[in-house]
C-alpha cells in the first residue's frame, strides 16, 4: 500500500488499484506456492507449526496493518499449520480435494464480491445457482422440475431438506408451522435408520421435531436399514434413508423401501452426502436404484466432486414446498421474476457457491463426475486387498470410495493409527464400527494416483507391525 494513500480508501485511485493487483499477485504467489510444496510435507500440521499461531493470536492491534503484511502473516504461520488435504493422501472424514477449475472459480468469486441472495444483487450467483443445482439434479436422475438451494454442508441440507418435510405434513394435517410453531402441532413420526448420520439427528433437534423421539429401523453389518423392520409408515412420517454410510458406504435398499413409504403417503428424505454421487457412474449407479423416488435429496459438493469447501446442496422434488418454508419478503428486498436464491435457503446474504459448483461440474462433465467416482472407489479396493493379503481384517464390502480396517485389538488399531498420523506419509482417522475399533480410510480427492495408494498402503502396513 503506498504510503501516501489512507489503507482504507473508498475511492480506488490509480495508485490503490496497482496496491491491490501487486497484493493479489502476490497471493496468487503464496497459493501456488503451497500448492506446490503441499505433498512434500507431513500430511498433518507438526507441533511446531501449531505453537507458532501463536503468532496469529493476541489482542487486535490499535491501528492498521499493512494488507502485505497481513498476507505474511497468514502464508509464514497459516499455511503450515493446514491439513495438507489437497495432497492426494489424505483420507480423513470424507474430504475431497478442491477441483482447478473450482479453485480458479472462487478466486474470482471473491473477486466479484457477489451477494448471493438476490437475482436483482447478482444475476449471474443466481444464474448459475440455479443452473448448477439443475446440473446435480440430472447427474442424480431425479426428475424434472425438482429444486433447491446450495447451502454450506450436508448439514444444512438435510435441516433444509427436513424442514420442507415438516412444513408439508403439518400443512397436510391443517397446521402452519412456520406461522404458529410447534406448540400445539399434530405430531410427526421420525423414522431413521441405526447408523444415520449425527447430522440427521442434529438438524431434528434445530427443527423443533426433538433429537430423542426418532424412532431407529433396525440394520445389517453393512449400516443398511432393514427393510423388513420397517414401522407403521403414513402421512404424518418422514422417513429418512442414507446413500453412503460415513464408515462402510453402503446404502439403504431404496427400491425396496421406497414404494411402500410413498404408498403411505410418508415423506422420503435422503441424507446422500456424498453416495448419491455415485448415480453419475454408469458401474456404479446400481447403488442408486430407487433413491429417485424420494422427496428430497440433500448432498455435498465439498466431497465426492472435490469442488472446494464449503458447498453443501438440497434437492425437493416439489421445490414450491422448499419456497413456502424458506421464503422471506421485506419491502427493501428487490424481488425479481427470477428465482431468488434466500427464498429457497436459511440464508439471505451469503457468499456466490454456485459459481464454484458450476464452474467444477463444467470442467468434469458428466464422465468427469463418473471418472472421480470410478477411480477412487477402485482406489478404495487397491488399499482393501494389500491390508487383506498382509493379514488384517476389513470389516465392510467395498462397494465405493469406503474402508475400515482392524489392524487387530483395539489398541493396537489406535496406536497404529497414531503412528501413521504422526509419520505423515498420509492421514486417516479412527471410527469405532458396530463394536469394532477400526481405521477409516475414505479416498475422495480426485488427484489420488495409484503411486499415492501403494505409497500410503507401505505407510499403513509398517505403521501396523508393533
Ligand atoms: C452421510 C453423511 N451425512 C451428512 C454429513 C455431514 O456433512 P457436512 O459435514 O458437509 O455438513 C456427512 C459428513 O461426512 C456424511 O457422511
Same mark, same amino acid.
Given at each position: 500500500m503506498?504510503?501516501?494513500? @489512507? /489503507?482504507? &480508501? &473508498? ?5 490503490v ?20 510444496s503441499?505433498?512434500?510435507?507431513p500430511m498433518?500440521p ?9 503468532? #496469529?493470536?493476541g489482542p ?19 499455511? @503450515?499449520a493446514?491439513?495438507?488435504?489437497t495432497?492426494?493422501?489424505f483420507?480423513?472424514?470424507?474430504t475431497g480435494?478442491c477441483l482447478?477449475?473450482a ?6 468469486v &471473491?473477486?466479484?464480491?457477489?451477494n ?7 444475476p ?8 448448477a443445482? !439443475? ?12 429444486g ?10 438435510? +435441516? ?9 405434513? #403439518? ?5 402452519d408451522?412456520e406461522a404458529?410453531?410447534? +406448540?400445539g402441532?399434530p405430531?410427526?413420526t ?7 448420520h449425527?447430522s440427521v439427528?442434529?438438524? +431434528? ?7 430423542? *423421539? ?9 449400516g *443398511?436399514?432393514?427393510? !423388513?423392520?420397517? @414401522? ?8 429418512c ?7 462402510t458406504?453402503?446404502?439403504? /435398499? ?6 411402500a413409504?410413498? %404408498? ?7 441424507d446422500?452426502a456424498?453416495?448419491?454421487?455415485a448415480?453419475?457412474?454408469p ?21 465426492? @466432486?472435490?469442488?472446494?469447501?464449503d ?13 413456502a ?5 421485506? /419491502?427493501? #428486498?428487490?424481488?425479481?421474476e427470477?428465482?431468488?436464491p434466500?427464498?429457497?435457503n ?10 464454484e459448483?458450476?464452474?467444477?461440474l463444467? &470442467?468434469?462433465?458428466?464422465s468427469?463426475?463418473a ?9 478404495a ?19 465405493i470410495?469406503?474402508?475400515?480396517v482392524s +489392524? ?9 493409527i ?8 498420509c492421514w ?16 475422495s480427492?480426485?488427484?489420488t494416483?495409484?503411486e !499415492? ?5 507401505a %505407510?499403513? #502396513? ?5
Amino acid at each position: 500500500m503506498a504510503a501516501s494513500h @489512507p /489503507p482504507h &480508501s &473508498s475511492i480506488p485511485t490509480a495508485s490503490v488499484t496497482e496496491a491491490r493487483t501487486a497484493l493479489l499477485k502476490r497471493a496468487a504467489r503464496d497459493a501456488m506456492d503451497y500448492l506446490e510444496s503441499v505433498n512434500t510435507r507431513p500430511m498433518a500440521p507438526t507441533a511446531k507449526a501449531v505453537a507458532a499461531l501463536a503468532a #496469529l493470536r493476541g489482542p487486535l492491534p490499535p491501528g492498521p496493518t499493512s494488507p502485505e503484511t497481513v498476507l505474511h502473516l497468514l502464508h509464514e504461520y497459516g499455511s @503450515p499449520a493446514t491439513m495438507a488435504k489437497t495432497s492426494g493422501r489424505f483420507f480423513g472424514f470424507v474430504t475431497g480435494d478442491c477441483l482447478p477449475a473450482a479453485l480458479a472459480a472462487s478466486w474470482l468469486v &471473491s473477486a466479484w464480491d457477489q451477494n448471493a441472495a438476490h437475482h436483482a444483487q447478482s444475476p449471474v450467483a443466481a444464474q448459475l445457482e440455479e443452473t448448477a443445482l !439443475d446440473w446435480v439434479r440430472q447427474l442424480f436422475g431425479l426428475p424434472e422440475g425438482t429444486g433447491g438451494a446450495l447451502v454450506t454442508g450436508a448439514t444444512m441440507a438435510n +435441516f433444509s431438506g427436513l424442514a420442507a418435510a415438516r412444513h408439508a405434513l #403439518l400443512t397436510r394435517a391443517g397446521w402452519d408451522v412456520e406461522a404458529d410453531g410447534l +406448540f400445539g402441532a399434530p405430531p410427526i413420526t421420525v423414522v431413521v435408520g441405526e447408523e444415520v448420520h449425527q447430522s440427521v439427528i442434529k438438524a +431434528f433437534g434445530m427443527l423443533g421435531l426433538g433429537r430423542n *423421539r426418532i424412532v431407529r429401523v433396525p440394520v445389517d453389518g453393512q449400516g *443398511r436399514m432393514r427393510a !423388513d423392520a420397517l @414401522p407403521h409408515l403414513d402421512a404424518q412420517t418422514i422417513l429418512c434413508i442414507q446413500a453412503g454410510n460415513v464408515n462402510t458406504g453402503a446404502f439403504d /435398499p431404496a427400491a425396496a423401501i421406497c414404494p411402500a413409504a410413498r %404408498a403411505a403417503g410418508a415423506w422420503i428424505h435422503v441424507d446422500g452426502a456424498f453416495g448419491l454421487w455415485a448415480a453419475a457412474s454408469p458401474e456404479y449407479s446400481r447403488w442408486t436404484k430407487g433413491f429417485e423416488q424420494a422427496d428430497s435429496w440433500a448432498t455435498d459438493g465439498h466431497k465426492w @466432486p472435490n469442488i472446494g469447501y464449503d458447498c453443501g446442496i438440497v434437492l425437493v422434488r416439489d421445490p414450491k414446498i422448499l419456497r413456502a418454508t424458506m421464503s422471506i419478503q421485506a /419491502p427493501y #428486498l428487490v424481488h425479481a421474476e427470477e428465482r431468488d436464491p434466500s427464498n429457497y435457503n436459511p440464508e439471505l446474504s451469503r457468499r456466490a457457491r454456485g459459481v464454484e459448483l458450476w464452474a467444477g461440474l463444467r &470442467s468434469l462433465g458428466r464422465s468427469g463426475m463418473a471418472g472421480i467416482v470410478e477411480r477412487t472407489s477402485s482406489h478404495a479396493r487397491r488399499f482393501a486387498a494389500g491390508l487383506k493379503a498382509a493379514g488384517y481384517e476389513i470389516l465392510n464390502e467395498v462397494v465405493i470410495n469406503q474402508v475400515l480396517v482392524s +489392524f487387530g485389538a483395539p489398541e493396537k488399531t489406535l496406536r497404529a493409527i497414531a503412528r501413521l498420523q504422526a509419520e505423515g506419509t498420509c492421514w486417516c482417522g479412527s471410527t469405532v464400527w458396530q463394536g469394532h475399533t477400526a481405521m477409516r480410510i475414505s479416498v475422495s480427492s480426485w488427484a489420488t494416483t495409484n503411486e !499415492d495408494v501403494d505409497r500410503s498402503l507401505a %505407510a499403513m #502396513l509398517k505403521a501396523a507391525e508393533e
